[in-house]
């Protein structure tokens, strides 16, 4: 197995499912239909509170905060480890790219899922700009939002999805140079301020940590929490919407990526592969943005509020969806690649990778579900923040943009994922 296969993805197929991919588009368009009634009948007042929650055990939270330097320090020694791969032979062996490709992108999902932001702690780059720049920095400007952030992912999507010779050392490598020095630059200026919202990984691990059970209310107390009390605080933002448009987008082309139409497209247009990728990756980015727009502006005007709104105020509802593509799509690769990655870096080059729990048929239906157990949290989100967005009369009817949407990322997420 070689450094390209770190980029082969899940190992489920339309072959390996229950029912055909037809039939478990409609079961999902259906039951999105049902949670939608069922919700509106049943659910006709806001009840998430971003400020809801149980304090946890006082030793539990003087723990997290003793634990906030040994992170920190953790984080750094954490990039001394891949930077000294860099030193050894670009080959078959080296763990480098399982490091950046699997166990940091793919696992900083779960990891914050589970216990929060963690990468806000771990981050060495904040920890480098906070022993330099004391002061603060300047205020960040008020426009700035999430906008370097979805730079950040669409430039990190190129990377992995698109970028010739992608899983080598000096490709990924030159990549995290620049990246890092971009990062050191704003947070030199800004201050650590700067990768709350200017770091593509940090944006990341806030919006999936805002699901975990375990989280800051507004007041800085660590408490137990429903985790949509928590996604249900992230608000408007400039930028907001462009970092799960383009989170969604990237999944739904490497899903895509990796389909026979697509395949045979790529072979026959007479492009280099990488313009055909850049622009594949670009249409279907944009594709999932002028969809989410349309169903939101929509939905913004039969609600009668405004619509140049609630783009913004709904793109929490976005989150849960993103995460069960990016679930379904790489959940064997972390599994498998991550094994093998941990074993390369300790010298293990012999070690067998276990693929018990992963068979075809089980990873079919995990997609399956992840996907559609998305769609129904965005669909309560969604709903919940509808109820405060739109008058009482139009509070339901308002939402039936956006239950077409998520009946429409539904069906094409699942087309993709399983297209042969």
């Not at 700009?129 to 700035?144: H, M, Q, S, T």
């Not at 370097?148 to 995290?176: I, K, M, N």
């Not at 009390?229 to 987008?249: E, H, M, T, Y």
Request: net charge positive.
């Amino acid at each position: 197995m070689g450094p390209a296969d770190v980029l082969a993805h899940g190992v489920g197929g339309r072959q390996d499912l229950p029912l055909t991919v037809a039939q478990l588009a409609i079961g999902a368009a259906l039951a999105l239909v049902v949670s939608f009634v069922v919700l509106g009948v049943a659910w006709r007042e806001p009840r998430l509170d971003p400020g809801a929650g149980r304090p946890v055990p006082a030793w539990l939270s003087r723990a997290a905060g003793a634990l906030a330097w040994p992170l920190r320090i953790a984080g750094v020694l954490l990039a001394a480890v891949l930077l000294v791969q860099f030193t050894k032979p670009d080959d078959e062996d080296n763990p480098a790219a399982g490091l950046v490709y699997v166990l940091f992108w793919i696992g900083l999902v779960p990891l914050s899922l589970l216990l929060g932001p963690v990468w806000r702690r771990l981050n060495p780059l904040r920890t480098i700009v906070g022993l330099i720049r004391r002061d603060g920095g300047r205020p960040l400007p008020a426009g700035l939002g999430y906008w370097p952030a979805a730079a950040g992912l669409f430039a990190f999507a190129w990377l992995e999805l698109v970028a010739p010779d992608r899983a080598t050392l000096p490709v990924f490598g030159t990549w995290l140079a620049v990246y890092a020095a971009a990062m050191l630059a704003g947070g030199l200026v800004y201050g650590t301020a700067w990768f709350d919202r200017g770091d593509a990984f940090e944006a990341l691990g806030d919006l999936v940590g805002r699901l975990a059970i375990v989280g800051r209310r507004p007041d800085g107390a660590l408490v137990w929490r429903n985790p949509l009390d928590g996604i249900a605080g992230l608000n408007a933002a400039p930028g907001l919407v462009a970092v799960v448009v383009v989170l969604l987008g990237a999944t739904f082309y490497d899903a895509m990526s990796g389909a026979l139409f697509w395949l045979r497209f790529t072979q026959e247009n007479g492009l280099p592969a990488p313009v055909t990728g850049t622009l594949g990756l670009l249409a279907v980015i944009g594709a999932v943005a002028a969809a989410y727009r349309t169903a939101t502006r929509a939905a913004g005007r039969r609600g009668r509020t405004s619509a140049d709104r609630t783009p913004g105020e709904l793109a929490h509802s976005i989150v849960p969806i993103a995460i069960g593509y990016v679930v379904a799509h790489y959940w064997s690769l972390f599994v498998l690649e991550g094994q093998r990655t941990v074993a390369l870096l300790f010298g293990a080059e012999d070690f067998q990778v276990y693929g018990g729990i992963i068979t075809p048929t089980g990873v079919a239906n995990l997609q399956v579900t992840v996907i559609v157990l998305g769609h129904l949290v965005g669909t309560v989100l969604a709903h919940d923040r509808a109820l405060r967005l739109f008058p009482r009369a139009q509070a339901v009817t308002g939402q039936l943009p956006l239950l077409g949407l998520m009946v429409v990322y539904t069906v094409a997420g699942l087309f993709l994922l399983f297209a042969g």
